[in-house]
């Protein structure tokens, strides 16, 4: 196979479904000149975010179904950071947004983890995401996701050291949970030291 300097480009796309989300089969020119067909999913960008209490050293995070891995493994639910689909131009508006409905917190200051793509090989969301320092005194909402988009979302309060451990123990199985995760742990690591040490 001879070796080209072009980079492979996207000469059309036809749509195969549209409903929530998008989904397109791309026809790609290949550097060898070769054309082949590649599927993509398209909901656009999205955001997640990973409150948590540096006082009390707890995270809140949520609890719900996921239809994909109730299909692969039977799993029932997922506890993972609050997220959603980006609809606002503001990224930041969008995390708080979703603070407030999945878990009831008004997010004052984000701090930036990030803009990753979740699933390359297949979708177009890109992932904003977030770690937001919360005291008791912004969880002003119940949370639980919004009715009309049938979420049926649990809030769960987790310790930081139990949220540790778990990651450790390969029980985190959200990515963007995950990733979250320890990036606060490598830029807080004070949040995860025993008490008084």
Not at 69 to 90: I, K, Q
Request: hydrophobic share 40%; aromatic share 6%; glycine share 8%.
């Amino acid at each position: 196979m001879s070796r080209d300097d072009t980079p492979p480009r996207i000469e059309g796309t036809r749509t195969v479904y549209e409903g929530w989300a998008r989904y397109l089969v791309a026809e790609v020119r290949m550097p060898d000149g070769r054309r082949i067909g590649r599927e993509v999913e398209d909901h656009g960008p999205a955001v997640a975010v990973l409150p948590y209490d540096p006082e009390r050293r707890v995270a809140l995070l949520v609890r719900q179904f996921r239809t994909p891995p109730c299909f692969v493994d039977g799993t029932a639910s997922l506890l993972e950071a609050p997220a959603g689909l980006r609809e606002e131009d503001d990224p930041e508006a969008c995390a708080r947004r979703e603070a407030f409905e999945e878990v009831g917190l008004r997010l004052s200051r984000l701090e930036p983890a990030g803009r990753v793509w979740s699933l390359p090989g297949l979708s177009t969301e890109r992932m904003d995401l977030f770690l937001a320092a919360y005291a008791r005194t912004d969880r002003e909402g119940a949370g639980g996701g919004l009715p009309e988009e049938n979420e049926s979302i649990e809030v769960v309060e987790v310790a930081l050291a139990d949220l540790a451990a778990m990651a450790d123990r390969g029980e985190v199985d959200d990515m963007k949970t995950l990733c979250l995760v320890q990036t606060l742990r490598l830029r807080h690591p004070a949040l995860f030291a025993a008490v008084g040490a």
